[in-house]
């Protein structure tokens, strides 16, 4: 597990400096101006999901699984994948672009240049983003580490502390993150290079005890795009779990309320980084295992670990909450009560999320089902319906911190009852 201290590392780096992109625009353009960007970085969360199509998820796992087996053709991979997110991206930026104005229903949005903006920055991370998956599984963690922190934190810092709008701050995004992918695609290419190489009709065995072949199947390449948009779903689920409470609450108090609830997904996405960020490093690590015929319960002890993950969780939002204060300040400047509320209500959430994110590597490569998906969109519809229901009795923002903490209890109890029946390793080449 020695992999996941770059991983932690690069998502921390990400996490700290996308804070400090929060204050300066929090603190340079005002609150509402912050409000602004924490929708569009809603459609950004989303976006991501929609243009990679599950490939991040297929190339962490089968790339890893080419390699455990010993081909040297997993170039192949990246490749359809590179190709699959050029037209993907190509194709939800222009329909973003040109949506109208009434169509999206928040004035933050209604602009055609900002909009173009995000669509461009929303294609370069999804450029980033495949090429850091396909890294991963060839176990390259310190150099997708390093990208992470550039396209992720350094990019958007350099947007905010240079641009004069919220337009302006999306594109040098782009061109700040375009800048590490071009050098992602140079080390895979020199990765290639020095790897790849003629197969032959010695094809590497895998125990046929593992995955139910005596061997790695030439055509394989279809398994990988089927697992590939099998997970599409779960991405896309997983990116509106934390996007639809900001939608909501932009539509139900306006961009201010829409800025304290973005930020606070934003502490519950850090404060969750030690388990969510593992997962890439827990597919492949799992992935490997089965081609080498670990055994099922070794592969799944680590799933003991999500209740005490809840625990040091529990612990860390009660000291979180008594500093929330004096965080909230020197990062938003003053805020008001209510706000002050909404974020420490959104704080029960954490415990939750981080149990969840302890068992969803599981649901990923233990079953060929969609669990994840299933999961998330019975916990995104339930803290929803939550939201609306609460939104008469309770201001706006209250009533979304309520409904996000009532996803992650679903989320967690849903998780938790699936695991104990994932009885069986998956055929990866089915």
Known sequence: MINTVPTLLGAGCSALLGIVSYAIISHKWGAAAFGEYQLARAV??????????????????????????????????FRKALLVVVIAASTSGCVFVLLPSQFIGLPALSSAPTRLAIAIALAVLAFDQITQAYLRGLGKYWVTAIAGVGAVGLAPLVGAAFANSIAGLFLLQGMVGAVFVIWLFAVVITNRRR????????????????????????????????????????????????????????????????????????VLVGVSLPFSSVSGVMTPFLSRNLGKGASHERILAPVRYALLAACVSAIGMVLLALVLPAIVSLILGTRSASEL????????????????????????????????????????????ATTVLLSDVLAAGPAVAAGMVSSSVLSAVCSGLMIPHLRRPIDPFA
């Open 341 to 384: 509320a909404t974020l420490r209500i959104m704080l029960i959430a954490g415990p939750f999320l981080a149990y969840y994110y302890s068992t969803r590597s599981f649901l990923a490569v233990m079953s060929t089902a969609p669990l994840e998906a299933y999961v998330l969109a019975l916990s995104t519809v339930g803290g929803l």
């Open 44 to 77: 950004m969360t989303v976006g991501i999901p929609v243009t990679t199509l599950g490939l991040i998820a297929g190339l962490q796992r089968y790339v890893a699984v080419y390699v455990g087996a010993g081909r040297r053709d997993h170039n192949r991979l």
């Open 195 to 266: 790897t790849e190489g003629p197969l032959g009709d010695n094809e590497p065995h895998v125990p046929a005890s593992v995955v139910g072949h005596s061997r790695v199947e030439p055509n394989s390449d279809g398994a990988f795009l089927r697992y590939s948009l099998k997970r599409a779903p779960t991405g896309i689920v997983a990116a509106g779990f934390f996007a639809v409470p900001v939608f909501m609450a932009g539509y139900l108090g306006g961009d201010v309320v829409a800025g304290t609830v973005g930020f606070g997904t934003t």
